[in-house]
């Protein structure tokens, strides 16, 4: 008997699951200690499907390839002061908001997907997670390299780090990395893999990159054209997941559906500060954020849940909210900012005529009734030499740890508060999205490290703003307030006038 | 003879982050290395204790029983980050393509003897599962940690040892003519041939140890020490006449092990160099392991090299010696 030669799939199969082995000289349940306690019902490992089958001897071929074209474009970028050749000052901002908030959430995902890749009993998924853990890391490393000369001219770059642990906005991100991260290797899995990376990555990872793009950022554009395979294989990873969990047990619909609900808002929430991006940091915008939740939620995501509505899964609970929210968010957060600018790594500024133009024409329902008149009337107070600062530090939501500054559903002049009761405390939240969350797991939300909370716990270096940002490393005049009459500002004029002088 | 370029010099305000700057000197420009790897791990201000492990936090120093006043200290001397290390091991990949290319135009795996072929079916290919078992223990380093300096490069290593294992798997594909029966039955052979289970019970053990520096320390100096060296380094008698073929075809992993023993090398010398208490602690700790692989490898080397069990002696005794050049008392 001569046995037959293998197929790709039998051979890759060889290469990755044939490695494995039921251990006897310890039990199982204890090499693999985090996989149960969940409440995830997995029959037959074996039935994972390999989204793609990439064995190392390729991934360090693609990968090495990518990274020499990506390397030589960021040196020839720093080379040729490509910083100045970006479309305006005022967009070095983004990239402060960036590596602020995003890459550190890279990090987060890349020892997350370690976590996945250990301890999930399936090798098949196990070795998925171990190569996005690898991607994630690239991810990081290379975004630092890219902003890199970015921060040798621009202030609020320098410090991203040790802010991503201690900056009140920065809490937004990190506690929704801090809180998958925190879950079991299945939540982790469905939070990062199946909401983040699947449903929302359009929301995140395209705006940064178009803007980019729209910019004349080319460093940075150059990375996301050379992460673009990376993220793919990550989105086939995350929609594989959640099949895999929903076809191996129906006990397993109840608690997916949760963490879908959960994570979808969560997500929705962290996205807020991308739709302030967009809407209002690009000096040559994209798109509008509704213009994005339509195309890249409410179509793709549409069609991604009625696909898998035959698992008996429905669409995310509020995601109807969200939508409603999309003509409202990027005003309201882009206004938090503005009040509380002192307090912020990068600078503010009210959009000009032009760009409010631009705004009433994408958000004609609500621009010019609801936000142009308070923009203009900060406008005046400016410039009557009353600027508007916030010296009040506002209430927190205890889930998603944004100011409460958000309104009710259908009534956009109201602020929105809820609250519950735990082991005697009262906790606020900014909607019925981060309530839920949070009395599905109070335990676990009753411990957020609310910044607020922190500073007049005097945990933050002091009661004084000074004090305060000197716990952030945040350079006072240089990092934050306006754009206008900042240093960034003056050396982009500078440049400009420069280029000007060259040109005669 | 140089030519020059004029280009336009515009004065930096900063040559690098905060954080580098703070540890390399102000004014002075930083690696990607460096900046790829200092304080990128979260230290502090953490939201929720992990569900399944309440008593520490996600990153946490306490998950070792070593401490370091900076987990920042134990440097890579490779200074790999993301794109240093896949662009060395896509080059590393490319000499393991010409060496199959060559095994299979020559027809090598036809030209072995029966008895050199069954000595790699018995102890070469059962090897896989080591790598795997590896990979398992340096993804939990990478998960469990502290600090990027060792995090980043043990996902490197862990990434190796998966492709170390698929190397494995495409010689016993190269074997059995691409019908993967061959692997199937060095499964069996690591499950229940006697000469493996103190390997494998070694390994297994290795899975449920909860000190990520302990991990480290078993499995970069006593598995990679006793186990690997025996087989790689130390057993071109063991291959009969297929020596030469075995030599070629995993001379990927005599590249890696020389590669990778810098970095985890230095790593322990570091570690243990921060005070008496961690070089008490880590010595303790390679004596017991070191002793553990070579009572673990001794069937096996006596089976493989019929030397009643003086290769897995000889490999303990070269790890030893390393041990002691890191500064360990054993």
Same mark, same amino acid.
């Given at each position: 008997?001569?046995?037959?030669?293998?197929?790709?799939?039998?051979?890759?199969?060889?290469?990755?699951?044939?490695?494995?082995?039921?251990?006897?000289?310890?039990?199982?349940?204890? #090499?693999?200690?985090?996989?149960?306690?969940?409440?995830?019902?997995?029959?037959?490992?074996?039935?994972?499907?390999?989204?793609?089958?990439?064995?190392?001897?390729?991934?360090?071929?693609?990968?090495?390839?990518?990274?020499?074209?990506?390397?030589?474009?960021?040196?020839?970028?720093?080379?040729?002061?490509?910083?100045?050749?970006?479309?305006?000052?005022?967009?070095?901002?983004?990239?402060?908001?960036?590596?602020?908030?995003?890459?550190?959430?890279?990090?987060?995902?890349?020892?997350?997907?370690?976590?996945?890749?250990?301890?999930?009993?399936?090798?098949?998924?196990?070795?998925?997670?171990?190569?996005?853990?690898?991607?994630?890391?690239?991810?990081?490393?290379?975004?630092?390299?890219?902003?890199?000369?970015?921060?040798?001219?621009?202030?609020?770059?320098?410090?991203?780090?040790?802010?991503?642990?201690? #900056?009140?906005?920065?809490?937004?991100?990190?506690?929704?990395?801090?809180?998958?991260?925190?879950?079991?290797?299945?939540?982790?899995?469905?939070?990062?893999?199946?909401?983040?990376?699947?449903?929302?990555?359009?929301?995140?990872?395209?705006?940064?990159?178009?803007?980019?793009?729209?910019?004349?950022?080319?460093?940075? #554009?150059?990375?996301?054209?050379?992460?673009?395979?990376?993220?793919?294989?990550?989105?086939?990873?995350?929609?594989?997941?959640?099949?895999?969990?929903?076809?191996?047990?129906?006990?397993?619909?109840?608690?997916?559906?949760?963490?879908?609900?959960?994570?979808?808002?969560?997500?929705?929430?962290?996205?807020?500060?991308?739709?302030?991006?967009?809407?209002?940091?690009?000096?040559?915008?994209?798109?509008?954020?509704?213009?994005?939740?339509?195309?890249?939620?409410?179509?793709?995501?549409?069609?991604?849940?009625?696909?898998?509505?035959?698992?008996?899964?429905?669409?995310?609970?509020?995601?109807?909210?969200?939508?409603?929210?999309?003509?409202?968010?990027?005003?309201?957060?882009?206004?938090?900012?503005?009040?509380?600018?002192?307090?912020?790594?990068?600078?503010?500024?009210?959009?000009?005529?032009?760009?409010?133009?631009?705004?009433?024409?994408?958000?004609?329902?609500?621009?010019?009734?609801?936000?142009?008149?308070?923009?203009?009337?900060?406008?005046?107070?400016?410039?009557?030499?009353?600027?508007?600062?916030?010296?009040?530090?506002?209430?927190?939501?205890?889930?998603?740890?944004?100011?409460?500054?958000?309104?009710?559903?259908?009534?956009?002049?109201?602020?929105?508060?809820?609250?519950?009761?735990?082991?005697?405390?009262?906790?606020?939240?900014?909607?019925?999205?981060?309530?839920?969350?949070?009395?599905?797991?109070?335990?676990?939300?009753?411990?957020?490290?609310?910044?607020?909370?922190?500073?007049?716990?005097?945990?933050?270096?002091?009661?004084?703003?000074?004090?305060?940002?000197?716990?952030?490393?945040?350079?006072?005049?240089?990092?934050?307030?306006?754009?206008?009459?900042?240093?960034?500002?003056?050396?982009?004029?500078?440049?400009?006038?420069?280029?000007?002088?060259?040109?005669? | 003879?140089?030519?020059?370029? @004029?280009?336009?010099?515009?004065?930096? @305000?900063?040559?690098?982050?905060?954080?580098?700057?703070?540890?390399?000197?102000?004014? @002075?420009?930083?690696?990607?290395?460096?900046?790829?790897?200092?304080?990128?791990?979260?230290?502090?201000?953490?939201?929720?204790?992990?569900?399944?492990?309440?008593?520490?936090?996600?990153?946490?120093?306490?998950?070792?029983?070593?401490?370091?006043?900076?987990?920042?200290?134990?440097?890579?001397?490779?200074?790999?980050?993301?794109?240093?290390?896949?662009?060395?091991?896509?080059?590393?990949?490319?000499?393991?393509?010409?060496?199959?290319?060559?095994?299979?135009?020559?027809?090598?795996?036809?030209?072995?003897?029966?008895?050199?072929?069954?000595?790699?079916?018995?102890?070469?290919?059962?090897?896989?599962?080591?790598?795997?078992? +590896?990979?398992?223990?340096?993804?939990?380093?990478?998960?469990?940690?502290?600090?990027?300096?060792?995090?980043?490069?043990?996902?490197?290593? +862990?990434?190796?040892?998966?492709?170390?294992?698929?190397?494995?798997?495409?010689?016993?594909?190269?074997?059995?003519?691409?019908?993967?029966?061959?692997?199937?039955?060095?499964?069996?052979?690591?499950?229940?041939?006697?000469?493996?289970?103190?390997?494998?019970?070694?390994?297994?053990?290795?899975?449920?140890?909860?000190?990520?520096?302990?991990?480290?320390?078993?499995?970069?100096?006593?598995?990679?020490?006793?186990?690997?060296?025996?087989?790689?380094?130390?057993?071109?008698?063991?291959?009969?006449?297929?020596?030469?073929?075995?030599?070629?075809?995993?001379?990927?992993?005599?590249?890696?092990?020389?590669?990778?023993?810098?970095?985890?090398?230095?790593?322990?010398?570091?570690?243990?160099?921060?005070?008496?208490?961690?070089?008490?602690?880590?010595?303790?700790?390679?004596?017991?392991?070191?002793?553990?692989?070579?009572?673990?490898?001794?069937?096996?080397?006596?089976?493989?090299?019929?030397?009643?069990?003086?290769?897995?002696?000889?490999?303990?005794?070269?790890?030893?010696?390393?041990?002691?050049?890191?500064?360990?008392?054993?």
């Amino acid at each position: 008997m001569s046995a037959k030669k293998l197929g790709l799939k039998q051979r890759y199969a060889h290469m990755t699951r044939g490695l494995d082995w039921e251990t006897s000289y310890q039990p199982m349940d204890k #090499v693999f200690p985090y996989d149960s306690f969940e409440g995830i019902k997995i029959k037959d490992w074996s039935a994972w499907e390999d989204p793609f089958r990439l064995t190392m001897d390729t991934y360090w071929k693609f990968q090495a390839e990518k990274e020499r074209k990506l390397y030589a474009v960021i040196d020839a970028f720093a080379q040729n002061n490509g910083q100045t050749g970006i479309s305006d000052g005022r967009y070095a901002n983004v990239l402060k908001l960036f590596l602020t908030g995003i890459s550190p959430a890279e990090y987060q995902a890349h020892r997350g997907f370690a976590f996945a890749g250990r301890h999930l009993r399936g090798v098949g998924p196990r070795v998925a997670a171990q190569m996005q853990s690898l991607d994630e890391l690239r991810h990081l490393q290379t975004q630092i390299h890219t902003i890199s000369h970015y921060n040798k001219h621009f202030d609020g770059i320098s410090e991203f780090s040790h802010m991503h642990d201690r #900056v009140w906005y920065l809490s937004v991100p990190k506690s929704f990395f801090d809180d998958a991260r925190s879950a079991g290797p299945f939540e982790y899995m469905i939070a990062i893999g199946f909401a983040f990376e699947y449903v929302l990555t359009n929301l995140l990872f395209v705006p940064f990159m178009s803007g980019a793009a729209y910019n004349g950022d080319m460093s940075t #554009v150059t990375f996301g054209f050379s992460a673009q395979s990376d993220e793919s294989r990550h989105m086939t990873l995350g929609i594989e997941v959640i099949k895999f969990l929903l076809e191996q047990h129906p006990d397993n619909l109840p608690i997916v559906q949760k963490w879908v609900d959960k994570w979808f808002w969560r997500g929705h929430r962290v996205l807020g500060l991308v739709a302030m991006m967009m809407d209002y940091m690009l000096p040559k915008p994209v798109m509008s954020w509704k213009e994005a939740w339509e195309i890249y939620y409410t179509q793709a995501g549409g069609a991604l849940f009625q696909d898998l509505a035959r698992y008996g899964l429905r669409p995310p609970k509020y995601a109807d909210i969200a939508t409603a929210e999309a003509e409202h968010i990027s005003h309201q957060n882009w206004a938090i900012f503005y009040q509380y600018t002192h307090a912020a790594a990068f600078h503010t500024w009210i959009p000009d005529a032009k760009h409010m133009d631009w705004l009433s024409e994408k958000y004609p329902n609500t621009f010019d009734k609801y936000y142009r008149p308070r923009w203009e009337m900060w406008g005046r107070m400016a410039k009557e030499g009353k600027r508007f600062y916030n010296m009040a530090l506002p209430q927190l939501c205890q889930t998603c740890q944004i100011p409460m500054g958000y309104t009710e559903p259908g009534d956009p002049t109201t602020i929105a508060f809820r609250s519950s009761r735990f082991r005697g405390e009262t906790y606020h939240f900014c909607s019925d999205g981060c309530k839920d969350i949070f009395d599905a797991e109070p335990e676990k939300f009753a411990q957020s490290w609310l910044p607020v909370h922190q500073i007049f716990q005097g945990n933050c270096g002091g009661a004084t703003i000074p004090d305060v940002l000197n716990y952030y490393r945040l350079a006072n005049g240089a990092d934050n307030l306006d754009y206008v009459g900042s240093p960034d500002e003056k050396l982009w004029n500078e440049w400009q006038a420069d280029k000007l002088k060259t040109a005669v | 003879m140089t030519i020059q370029i @004029k280009t336009v010099d515009m004065e930096p @305000k900063r040559q690098t982050f905060g954080h580098v700057a703070r540890r390399i000197g102000e004014g @002075k420009s930083a690696t990607r290395y460096q900046e790829g790897t200092f304080d990128v791990q979260p230290t502090t201000n953490f939201h929720y204790k992990p569900l399944y492990e309440p008593e520490y936090w996600t990153y946490d120093p306490r998950k070792t029983r070593v401490v370091m006043e900076d987990w920042y200290k134990p440097l890579d001397p490779r200074q790999y980050y993301y794109a240093t290390y896949n662009i060395s091991r896509a080059t590393m990949n490319q000499a393991v393509e010409r060496n199959f290319t060559f095994a299979e135009e020559r027809a090598l795996a036809d030209k072995m003897s029966p008895a050199a072929r069954k000595q790699i079916e018995t102890y070469l290919l059962p090897l896989r599962h080591l790598h795997w078992g +590896a990979n398992m223990n340096m993804t939990e380093i990478t998960q469990r940690g502290y600090g990027t300096a060792i995090t980043a490069p043990a996902i490197f290593s +862990a990434g190796d040892h998966l492709g170390m294992a698929q190397i494995i798997s495409r010689i016993g594909l190269l074997l059995d003519g691409q019908t993967g029966v061959s692997l199937d039955l060095a499964k069996e052979v690591w499950i229940n041939d006697p000469a493996w289970q103190g390997i494998r019970k070694l390994t297994e053990d290795s899975f449920v140890e909860r000190d990520w520096f302990h991990l480290f320390v078993i499995q970069t100096l006593a598995i990679n020490g006793v186990i690997f060296d025996l087989i790689y380094k130390m057993g071109d008698a063991g291959w009969a006449d297929a020596q030469m073929t075995i030599a070629l075809l995993t001379e990927f992993m005599s590249d890696w092990r020389s590669d990778e023993s810098r970095w985890s090398d230095a790593v322990i010398k570091t570690v243990a160099a921060e005070s008496e208490a961690n070089r008490a602690l880590i010595s303790q700790w390679a004596s017991t392991c070191i002793g553990a692989a070579v009572e673990a490898t001794r069937p096996l080397s006596a089976a493989f090299l019929g030397d009643g069990g003086a290769g897995a002696e000889m490999a303990g005794e070269a790890t030893a010696k390393r041990a002691r050049g890191l500064g360990l008392t054993l």
